[in-house]
C-alpha cells in the first residue's frame, strides 16, 4: 500500500469499515509511515472534537415529559391529570372501573352482514336530508380537530379546509359545490359567523349549501 | 399498554440524541419541535420496528425524513455536487496543537457552515456512531456516497476550523445560498 492508497481508505479505516485484509495492510503502512500514522490521530482528533462539541448539548428538562405526553392514549394520560389534580388513588380506580365496565358492555358480538346491511339501508333512510336555517362559525376543520383532539393535520400542505361549527358543539362538514367554494377555500373568512340555508344529511354530518350571509 | 412500555425502554432512552441531531440539523429553536415530531411519527410506525435491529439507527431514519418533509425546505442550499470540490484539499491539515483554546463554540460553527448532506453523514458516524450500511439506509443513497460524504465532510470541516482560528476571518466562500 502507497501513501495514496492509504489516505483513500482513511475514512473507513478510522470508522471500523474495513475488511481485515485491507485493514491489516493499512496498519503495515502505518508502522512504515509517520506521516500518514500522524493523520489517522488527526482523523480521531477530528471525530473526538465533533462528538465533543455536539454531546455538550442537553434537551430542555421537560422535553421528556412532553413526548411521553404525546405518546400516550388520552383516556391514560387523563387519568394522570386527575392524579396531579388531587383525585385521591380509590377515585381514579372507581372511575376506571365504571369506565372499564363502559368498554366490556361496548364490546357486543359482531353483526352479520346481511343484517349490517339492512340496518345501513334503514339508516339512510332515517338520514334523509332536512332543510335547515342553523347559525355558526366558520372554522378550519382540519385545524380544528388538530388544536383539540391532537389530530395532525396536513393544512401546510394541502391548504385549509372550512367547516360550520354549530354552537352547541357539532361540526358540519360542507359539501363542495359553488355555492359553498368561499365557505371552504377563503382563509379569509376564518372566525366569522355564518347563518346557512340548506339541507343537512346528519348521518354523513354534511351540509348542502343553497346560501349563506356572513355576520359582521 | 405493552406497546407503550416498549416504546419507553427502547425508544425514550435516544432521546438526547435525537435532540442534539435535531439541534444541529434545525437550530436550536426548532430542535425541540422536530424532536417531539420525531417520537410522535416513531410511536405510529412503532410497529413496524424490528426489535433486533438498531433502535437508535432507526429513530435517526424517521428524524432524517421529517427534517426533509417538514424542515428542510425553509431553507436554500446548493447541492453537493455543484459544490466547488476544488476548494477541499485531499488531506487533512489540521492539528490539535494550533487550536488551543475552547474548540467547541468553533466546531459548532463550523458544522453549521457545512452542507447539510455532509454534516448528516458526518453526524451520523463521528457522534451517533453509525455504520456506513445504517447512515447509507437513514440518508437513503449507497454507502459510497456515504464514504464520500463523511470524507469530504471531514475535510471541509478541518478547513473551515484552520481558516477560522488561524486567520480569525470567515472564509471566502459560504455553502448556504441564502436565507428565504
Known sequence: MNCKQFRESLDCYVDG?????????????????????????????????????????????DLEARVKVGTTPRWLASIGVARRRGLSRPAVALAALVLGLFVVAAERPPVRVDAANAMDRLGLRLNDSTAVVLEGTVLCRDCELERRYGVKSSCKQIGHHGAIFTDDGRILNLVEQR???????????????????????RGARALVIDSYQLEG | MRARTRF?????????????LARQMAGPDRADDLTQETFLRAWTYFGQFDPQTNCRAWLCRILHNTWISQWRKT???????????????????????????????????????LPEAYRWAVLLADVEELTYQEIAATMECPIGTVMSRISRGRRQLARLLRER???ERPPSIRMVARER
Open chain 2, 8 to 20: 419507553q425502554t427502547l425508544a425514550l432512552p435516544h432521546l438526547a440524541a435525537i435532540y442534539r
Open chain 1, 17 to 61: 469499515e474495513l475488511a481485515a485484509a485491507a485493514s491489516a495492510a493499512v496498519d503495515a503502512h502505518r508502522q512504515a509511515c509517520p506521516t500518514c500514522n500522524r493523520a489517522v490521530a488527526q482523523v480521531l482528533e477530528m471525530r473526538n472534537a465533533v462528538r465533543q462539541a455536539v454531546r455538550a448539548t442537553t434537551p430542555p428538562p
Open chain 2, 75 to 113: 431553507r436554500l442550499e446548493l447541492p453537493v455536487a455543484d459544490i466547488d470540490d476544488a476548494r477541499t484539499e485531499p488531506w487533512y491539515d489540521w492539528e490539535r496543537e494550533r487550536t488551543d483554546g475552547d474548540l467547541s463554540t468553533d466546531m459548532q460553527w463550523a458544522l453549521g457552515e
Open chain 1, 179 to 201: 355555492a359553498s367554494a368561499r365557505l371552504i377555500h377563503d382563509e379569509t373568512l376564518f372566525g366569522k359567523r355564518v347563518i346557512v340555508h340548506g339541507r343537512l344529511f
Open chain 2, 165 to 167: 482560528r488561524g486567520a
